[in-house]
């Protein structure tokens, strides 16, 4: 069963840093993206950032970008969200998701197929 498991999470000051890990257990699809995602309380889940499966290619929201970067480490099956500058609003629970097949919209959570169960990030003031 393919299986996403993040981890990195905790509490920050603003300014501070964190990076997230996603690791991606029996997930054998070649195509595709990676994606975080994020969810405060009372809010729907935001697309975060993007990264494809077999390609550099990589999406942020606006609110993140120059401040947040997606990578992968193909051999270790493992996607990372390396997070600068964090804000207060940044609080909320941090989602892995996956998809095999080819999507339009990288930030619509309803076209990911796979989930983690999530990691808390809070910053606070």
């Known amino acids: 069963a393919q299986v996403l498991v993040e981890s990195g999470g905790g509490s920050v000051q603003a300014g501070g840093s964190l990076r997230l890990s996603c690791v991606a257990s029996?997930?054998?699809?070649?195509?595709?993206?990676m994606a975080w995602f994020r969810q405060a309380p009372g809010k729907e889940r935001e697309g975060v950032a993007a990264?494809?499966?077999?390609?550099?290619?990589?999406y942020y929201t606006d609110s993140v970008k120059g401040r947040f970067v997606i990578s992968r480490d193909y051999a270790k099956n493992t996607m990372y969200l390396q997070m600068n500058g964090l804000k207060p609003e940044d609080t909320a629970m941090y989602y892995c998701?996956?998809?095999?097949?080819?999507?339009?919209?990288?930030?619509?959570?309803?076209?990911?197929?796979?989930w983690g169960q999530g990691t808390q990030v809070t910053v606070s003031s």
């Open positions: 990264i494809g499966f077999r390609t550099p290619n990589t």
């Open positions: 998701a996956a998809t095999p097949g080819p999507i339009l919209s990288w930030y619509n959570a309803g076209k990911y197929l796979y």
């Open positions: 029996g997930y054998t699809a070649s195509s595709g993206l």
